[in-house]
């Protein structure tokens, strides 16, 4: 196996365990997060109803004047998007599902644009 291989395998390991943890219920969705090397995107599960809610990218038209999306201006832009997003829906806790990723660099980043944007995490 290739070092990449097994680093996904890791990383699908790891994301398994999180997720007999981390449940998104109807008054707390899970904020899924999903890392590439160009982009990062972000979204809104509802585990109970098997639904996601809503969804945002760094791809996405509001983000892609910052260039690049591969990197942690871009997700602190994507935090502060989100964050506003759902305040402006009523939204004040989620529940971070970090996708197996290290808490670190861009899922960090992420993660403290939203708590700054006054979202519980």
Do not use: C
Request: proline share 2%; charged share 30%.
């Amino acid at each position: 196996m290739s070092l990449v291989t097994d680093r996904e395998i890791g990383r699908h390991r790891r994301h398994r365990r999180l997720r007999k943890k981390v449940v998104g219920l109807p008054e707390r969705p899970r904020l899924s997060v999903f890392r590439s090397h160009k982009h990062l995107s972000a979204q809104l599960v509802d585990d109970l109803a098997g639904k996601t809610l809503r969804g945002w990218s760094t791809a996405d038209d509001q983000l892609k004047r910052l260039g690049t999306g591969g990197n942690v201006k871009a997700a602190e832009a994507l935090g502060t998007l989100v964050a506003k997003d759902l305040s402006t829906a009523g939204v004040r806790q989620v529940v971070f599902d970090r996708g197996g990723y290290l808490y670190h660099g861009r899922v960090k980043a992420l993660a403290e644009a939203l708590r700054a944007g006054g979202i519980q995490v």
